[in-house]
Each structure stands twice: as structure tokens, then as C-alpha cells.
């Protein structure tokens, strides 16, 4: 008895040293990969801005006035982001949070659960990437579009974002920079709350569902909801035509519970 009750023992403890192992694994392996986008990020800082045309284009005398004049309607990729949108065309922008790990690509897909389950090269991979969803437009002056990502144990992707919980660090990081693949961003922070996503027919304040107000009444329900379930009053006021992004990442405090980061663009 005595022996088998140690066989079972150490099963268990075997098991147990295999999850921890496979976890530690996994979280360098998406470590190595975070640094590896940093790097190809920072090292094309000081390139020059890229044409987004993907067709060889022929000599400017060449060119008809029309396809003149659309060449110049097209805005040029920021260098830093140019060689990571070759790896994946996906990419949406750049999110970087001070304070904090969230410092990564966001990435914009039709299929609304890929990137839950796969990485920015698209492997399969449990941290995911940060994204937004097919309705989200992050490249138009739309009012709001969602940010996605897992609230992951060892702090990486938004597993750091509530932070946030606490006043005194949204005081000491009252904004954080999103920018798109052809301009850079700045975001004040307006709201932060926890939520929970509801069933469709409940008829609550659901601020994922938001994306364009169409009239001031439509900007005004949202605002005046996400500030009276903030944590805190951060004293930043939005008014019509303001755009906002939202950050949004899974809580615990309730069945299928949301923790958000509500921020206007400033710049």
C-alpha cells in the first residue's frame, strides 16, 4: 500500500513538473518572439517611410494623371512597422502601454478566433496576439474600435493591463501610444472598469458593441456609461467627434467578466 501510494505520488508530481516545464517553455519561447519583433521594429526607425503600393511602379513620366494623383492619395507605411507587415499582412499597428509588459503588434482578421489561439507568425500558440475584430477599422476616423488580448498569468499580452485597477498607477501612466501602420498615436486614458459580456438580448450597456456614433445621443450613452462605471474619476472629457480605443481583456469577478481600458486620442 505504502508503495503504491508513492508510485501515485510521484505521477502526480511527475505531471506536475511536466505543466510547469511545458509553461516556462512557452513563456520564453513567446519572450523570444517579443523581443525578435522589438528588434525588427527598432531597427528600421531611421529607414524612410515605404510606398504601400505592392505593384512595381513604373516611371513618373509614365504615369497617366490619374494614377499620378492616386499615387499621392496613398499614405506611406511607417518604416519601423514595414518589414513586420511583409511577415504579416494582418498587421494592424503597433500598442505600447508604459509601465507595463504591452508593448506589441495588433494585428485585424476576418476570422474572429484566429488570433486567440495563434501568434503574430501564426503559429499555433496559447497567448495569442493582440487584435481587433473585421468591423474595427483602425485607419479611418471611426469613434471607437476594441482591442483584444488574453489576460495572461505571467503578465504578458494584457495580463498587466489592470494595473489599471489602481489610481495611483493610472496617474503615474495616464496615456500610452497606438499607432497604425502610417501614423503615430497618442491616447488619454478616460474610463477604466470591469464589465462582462451579456446575452444578446439583455438590453444593457455593452461597450463592445460600440464602434460608430452616429449621432451625439449615440456618443453621449457611451460616454456617460463607461464614466459612471469607471473604477475613478480621471477628469478626461470627451465631447462628439472625439475617437476612442478600448482595451478589453477577461475578469474573474464574474462569469465571462471583462476588465476595460476606455482612451481618447489626443494626438
Known amino acids: 500500500m505504502i508503495r503504491l501510494i508513492r508510485m501515485v505520488l510521484l505521477i502526480i508530481m511527475i505531471v506536475c513538473l511536466i505543466q510547469i516545464g ?16 522589438e528588434e525588427f521594429s527598432e531597427a ?42 511583409e511577415k504579416n499582412k494582418d498587421m494592424a499597428g503597433w500598442l505600447k502601454v508604459e509601465g507595463t509588459r504591452i508593448d506589441y503588434p495588433v494585428v485585424r482578421s476576418m476570422d474572429q478566433e484566429y488570433y486567440l489561439h495563434h501568434n503574430f507568425y501564426g503559429d499555433e500558440d496559447k ?12 485607419n479611418t476616423p471611426g469613434t471607437n474600435f476594441v482591442i483584444y488580448g488574453h489576460n495572461m498569468k505571467d503578465g504578458a499580452m494584457f495580463g498587466e493591463l489592470d494595473l489599471y485597477q489602481k489610481e495611483a498607477f493610472w496617474k503615474e501612466h495616464p496615456s500610452f501610444s497606438f499607432d497604425t501602420l502610417y501614423e503615430e498615436r497618442t491616447y488619454e486614458i478616460v474610463a477604466v472598469f470591469f464589465s462582462q459580456i451579456y446575452e444578446k438580448d439583455e438590453e444593457v450597456f455593452k461597450y463592445y458593441e460600440f464602434y460608430e456614433a452616429k449621432t451625439p445621443e449615440e456618443f453621449m450613452t457611451f460616454y456617460e456609461n463607461i464614466k459612471e462605471l469607471s473604477l475613478y474619476d480621471t477628469k478626461v472629457e470627451a ?23 476606455v482612451a481618447k486620442r489626443r494626438s
Open 44 to 85: 528600421a526607425k531611421e529607414a524612410e517611410p515605404v510606398q504601400t503600393r505592392e505593384t512595381d511602379q513604373p516611371l513618373k513620366e509614365e504615369l497617366s494623371m490619374d494614377e499620378t494623383e492616386q499615387e499621392k492619395k496613398e499614405p506611406a507605411l511607417l518604416a519601423q512597422y514595414a518589414a513586420l507587415y
Open 239 to 261: 465631447s462628439y467627434g472625439d475617437t476612442f480605443v478600448t482595451l478589453s481583456t477577461c475578469a474573474y469577478h464574474v462569469e465571462d467578466g471583462r476588465f476595460v481600458v
Open 22 to 37: 511545458r509553461a516556462y517553455y512557452l513563456s520564453l519561447q513567446h519572450r523570444a518572439q517579443q523581443k525578435e519583433l
Open 127 to 138: 497567448y495569442g496576439c493582440l487584435f481587433v475584430k473585421d468591423i474595427a477599422d483602425v
